[in-house]
T-cell receptor, first 114, second 112 residues
Framework: DAGVIQSPRHEVTEMGQEVTLRCKPI?????LFWYRQTMMRGLELLIY????????DSGMPEDRFSAKMPNASFSTLKIQPSEPRDSAVYFC????????????FGSGTRLTVV | GESVGLHLPTLSVQEGDNSIINCAYS??????FIWYKQESGKGPQFIID?????DKRQGQRVTVLLNKTVKHLSLQIAATQPGDSAVYFC???????????FGTGTQLKVEL
């Protein structure tokens, strides 16, 4: 299994531009999570999906952030317009209800907004 | 909700010594706990988990202890190696859901 795959690994963009982060969860996992990691706030859950349905988006900071999961093998996190304070590492993770509930994380996307 | 915190931001140990990383949680309804290891430039990696009906679980060189009375858990790493240098997070799930709340992390530094 290739694990959770995120792209791009690094993204540098100018303030005001739209940014799209992508995630492919592990095949068979039915839950997908988007986290943001910064030095100040640590790992924050932004949104998670069960069976492609958004369950809890209370961590999404503002309307500039949106996430979709059109099918079981793909999810996007979009920021429009981006701001410098959005600079962080964004992680996607997936999990299954079978066995342990431990998430498997991707390698993350390091976003820098200048 | 749940807040999860660690007692120390940085822990330095000598190679070969045992390491103990501590974590406190706030919600007595938390029923599943996980320790993660994060190396620089990588995502968190699952180490070991424990359910609230247990007080101890062992893995390869790692042991997790859970004290529900004081809402505290710890990660013990035996014979710490340079490859153990990383940030360690505890995380908790509350109420049978699958939403993990992470602590702030402890940086483990292994000195040769």
């Amino acid at each position: 299994d290739a694990g959770v795959i995120q792209s791009p690994r690094h993204e540098v963009t100018e303030m005001g531009q739209e940014v799209t982060l992508r995630c492919k969860p592990i095949s068979g996992h039915n839950s997908l999570f988007w986290y943001r990691q910064t030095m100040m706030r640590g790992l924050e859950l932004l949104i998670y999906f069960n069976n492609n349905v958004p369950i809890d988006d209370s961590g999404m900071p503002e309307d500039r952030f949106s996430a979709k999961m059109p099918n079981a093998s793909f999810s996007t996190l979009k920021i429009q317009p981006s701001e410098p304070r959005d600079s962080a590492v964004y992680f996607c993770a997936s999990s299954s209800r079978h066995g342990n509930y431990g998430y498997t994380f991707g390698s993350g996307t390091r976003l820098t907004v200048v | 909700g749940e807040s999860v915190g660690l007692h120390l931001p940085t822990l330095s140990v000598q190679e070969g010594d045992n390491s103990i990383i501590n974590c406190a949680y706030s919600n007595s309804a938390s029923d599943y706990f996980i320790w993660y290891k994060q190396e620089s430039g990588k995502g968190p990696q699952f180490i070991i988990d424990i359910r609230s009906n247990m007080d101890k679980r062992q893995g390869q060189r790692v042991t997790v202890l859970l004290n529900k009375t004081v809402k505290h858990l710890s990660l013990q790493i035996a014979a710490t190696q340079p490859g153990d240098s990383a940030v360690y997070f505890c995380a908790a799930i509350t109420g049978g859901g699958n939403k993990l709340t992470f602590g702030t992390g402890t940086q483990l530094k292994v000195e040769l």
